[in-house]
C-alpha cells in the first residue's frame, strides 16, 4: 500500500514508485522539492508510515560535512589548513579540504578491532589520528566508508565541544525541522525501521565489483553489513556520521534544498565543486568529490549502500530511501519518472 501525495502531473511517478515496492521485500519513501513545493511525498511497504525513519548508510556523510562547513562559514575552521592544528594529536599530513574531499587516505584500520568501538567515539578517533594513510594526502582519493564521519566529526567537536550529532540537531536539522539523526535517543529508536537484505549473496555481489581495498575498508571494525548489529539499539543510539543517520526521504530533500539559505553562495559552489575526480581507490569507479559531496554535472548529492540517495540537480531536490538493500536502480527510475515531468533527458543508466 502506498500513503502520500504527488503533485497532479506527477502521478506516474507513484506508478514507478508502486513497480519499485514490488521488487523489492521492505519498504521505502520517496520525495521530490521543486521551487519551495513538494511534488512527491510517497511511503510504503510493511510497517512504513509517514514518520517512519530508516538507516540510509553514506546518504548521512553530506550531513556530517555541512556540520564542518558551517564552522568553515563562521571562521573557526579553514579549509586548506593541516587537521593537526585543530586536532594535534593527528598525524596525517591532510588538510581539512582534504578530508571532506576524501583525498586524505584515511580509509583503513591497521589494528584488528571489535564492533565495539564503533561505540567508542574516543577510541575511533584515537585510532583515527594515529593511522598511517593508505597514500599520500591530496594524491589519490578514496571514500573513506566507515572513518568520514569520525574525521569530521572530531573537527568539529575539537572547534565547537559539541559532537556532530548534538552539533547537526542544534545547528541544521532541529532549525529547519528536517527529521534526519545521528546518535538516536528512544523516541526516534521507536520509529526507526529495521534494514533487510544483508544476505551473504549479497555482499558476495558487492565484493565481486569492488577493489580489495573496499572490502578492508569496510571490514575492519566488523559489524556495518551485520543485520544484528545495524538494526541494534545500540547502533543507533551511537554516533557513526559516516553511515548511521536515521532519516525520512522528505528531510533529506528537504536538506538539498535548505542548503542554498544554509550556507553562503560562495561556500556552496566551492563545496559542490569537484575537488578531485578520477578512479576512486576504494569504490572503485570513477567519482568527482566536492567537500562531501559527489559531484556529476551539475548535479550533487550522495548515495547509500544498498540504493539508498538524496541530492539536488538544478531546480528540484530528490530522495529515495529503502530499508531493503538492492542497487541503485529504484532510485533512477524514480528520479527519471520526476525529470520526465519536468521536461528534463533522464539519468543514464
Known amino acids: 500500500m502506498i500513503d502520500g501525495t504527488v503533485e497532479p502531473g506527477f502521478e506516474q511517478v507513484r506508478d514507478v514508485f508502486a513497480d519499485v515496492l514490488k521488487r523489492q521485500s521492505g519498504g521505502a ?34 550531513f556530517a560535512a555541512v556540520c564542518a562547513l558551517l564552522l568553515v562559514e563562521r571562521g573557526s575552521i579553514e579549509l586548506d589548513t593541516p587537521v593537526r592544528r585543530y586536532w594535534p594529536e593527528f598525524t596525517a599530513p591532510a588538510t581539512v579540504r582534504q578530508v571532506l574531499s576524501h583525498q586524505a587516505g584515511l580509509v583503513t584500520l591497521d589494528t584488528p578491532e571489535p564492533t565495539a568501538t564503533f561505540y567508542d567515539w574516543d577510541r575511533m578517533c584515537a585510532l583515527l589520528a594515529a593511522q598511517e594513510p593508505e597514500w599520500e594526502p591530496g594524491t589519490a582519493h578514496g571514500e573513506s566508508a566507515l572513518f568520514y564521519g569520525h574525521l569530521v566529526g572530531e573537527l568539529v567537536r575539537r572547534t565547537d565541544g559539541r559532537s556532530l550529532g548534538r552539533f547537526l540537531d542544534d545547528e541544521v536539522c532541529g532549525p529547519l525541522g528536517l527529521d ?51 538494526n541494534s539499539a545500540a547502533w543507533r543510539a551511537a554516533e557513526i556520521p559516516a553511515v548511521n543517520g536515521h532519516g525520512t526521504a522528505r528531510a533529506v530533500a528537504d536538506f538539498y534544498a535548505a542548503l542554498p539559505g544554509l550556507l553562503s553562495s560562495g561556500l556552496l559552489a566551492e563545496a559542490t ?58 532510485a533512477t527510475d524514480l528520479e527519471n519518472a520526476v525529470r520526465a515531468v519536468l521536461g528534463l533527458a533522464p539519468i543514464p543508466d
Open 29 to 62: 519513501a520517496v520525495a521530490a522539492r521543486l521551487d519551495g513545493r513538494w511534488v512527491v511525498d510517497l511511503w510504503g511497504g510493511p510497517g512504513w508510515s509517514r514518520d517512519s525513519i530508516v538507516m540510509p548508510y553514506s546518504v548521512t556523510k553530506p
Open 273 to 330: 565543486t569537484a575537488q578531485c575526480s578520477g578512479p576512486d581507490r576504494v569504490v572503485g569507479s570513477d567519482i568527482a568529490w566536492g567537500l562531501g559531496f559527489a559531484i556529476e554535472g551539475d548535479a550533487y548529492g550522495m548515495g547509500g549502500l544498498g540504493g539508498s540517495y538524496g541530492g539536488a540537480d538544478g531546480g528540484y531536490t530528490f530522495a529515495f530511501l529503502t530499508s531493503h538493500l538492492g542497487d541503485f536502480d529504484r
Open 180 to 230: 534526519f539523526h545521528i546518535g538516536l535517543g528512544p523516541a526516534e529508536q521507536a520509529r526507526a525501521i529495521d534494514l533487510t537484505g544483508l544476505t551473504p549473496d549479497y555482499w558476495a555481489a558487492m565484493l565481486d565489483e569492488k577493489p580489495d581495498l573496499w572490502r578492508r575498508a569496510t571490514a575492519n571494525p566488523p559489524g556495518s553489513q551485520d543485520p544484528d548489529v545495524v
